[in-house]
T-cell receptor, first 114, second 115 residues
Framework: GEDVEQSLFLSVREGDSSVINCTYTDSSSTYLYWYKQEPGAGLQLLTY?????DMKQDQRLTVLLNKKDKHLSLRIADTQTGDSAIYFCAEGRTPDNAGNMLTFGGGTRLMVKP | NAGVTQTPKFQVLKTGQSMTLQCAQD?????MSWYRQDPGMGLRLIHY???????DQGEVPNGYNVSRSTTEDFPLRLLSAAPSQTSVYFC??????????????FGPGTRLTVL
């Protein structure tokens, strides 16, 4: 079956870069996503990358995809205390035109220290 | 435009009780889904719907029923609650059923405890 794995916890200092890693097993994944969840809130889509891309940059966010190794990373430049949250990696596929089904990793809790 | 709304925010049930978690969206989205979030396990898909009158099972459907009589509403029913269903439940919706660039919008979640 499909599996998406992430490390549980990451701690960085304000101003440093954060790198959150994710591995997935489903080679049929079409898109890979990063979501952010702040305490007590739902999930907010940060960015996504199509599986035939290697990199996508969006302001402070850089997504790197190594499709051969099935490894995805999210780099946050100049990390701020407001970036403290849980970050979820997800892979998307459409089985039999049944809709955009996502499989999520367990989430990485990012703590940013002032 | 309220987005995706869920009620209630919190609920405590006793084993064997039934209840319905409500989800509504006002964005005219075709695709709606229910996830449960458990510590260290991310979100797991329970049921989803690609349009009014059409529902299907996700990864962990046992113990839950859904229906989709309107585009706007997608209630999740627990027929006989069990402690294993203690979790945070998220409803999500997106515009289309096949375009991966569509953002899935998530509701704020319902925290359910089953004693």
């Amino acid at each position: 079956g499909e599996d998406v794995e992430q490390s549980l916890f990451l701690s960085v200092r304000e101003g440093d870069s954060s790198v959150i890693n994710c591995t997935y097993t489903d080679s049929s994944s079409t898109y890979l996503y990063w979501y952010k969840q702040e305490p007590g809130a739902g999930l907010q889509l940060l960015t996504y990358i199509f599986s035939n891309m290697d990199m996508k940059q969006d302001q402070r966010l850089t997504v790197l995809l190594n499709k051969k190794d099935k490894h995805l990373s999210l780099r946050i430049a100049d990390t701020q205390t407001g970036d403290s949250a849980i970050y979820f990696c997800a892979e998307g596929r459409t089985p039999d035109n049944a809709g955009n089904m996502l499989t999520f990793g367990g989430g990485t809790r990012l703590m940013v220290k002032p | 435009n309220a987005g995706v709304t869920q009620t209630p925010k919190f609920q405590v049930l006793k084993t064997g009780q039934s209840m319905t978690l409500q989800c509504a969206q006002d964005m005219n989205h075709e695709y709606m889904s229910w996830y449960r979030q458990d510590p260290g396990m991310g979100l797991r898909l329970i049921h989803y719907s690609v349009g009014a009158g059409i529902t299907d099972q996700g990864e962990v459907p046992n113990g839950y029923n859904v229906s989709r009589s309107t585009t706007e509403d997608f209630p999740l029913r627990l027929l006989s609650a069990a402690p294993s269903q203690t979790s945070v439940y998220f409803c999500a919706s997106s515009y289309s059923t096949g375009d991966f660039t569509d953002t899935q919008y998530f509701g704020p979640g319902t925290r359910l405890t089953v004693l």
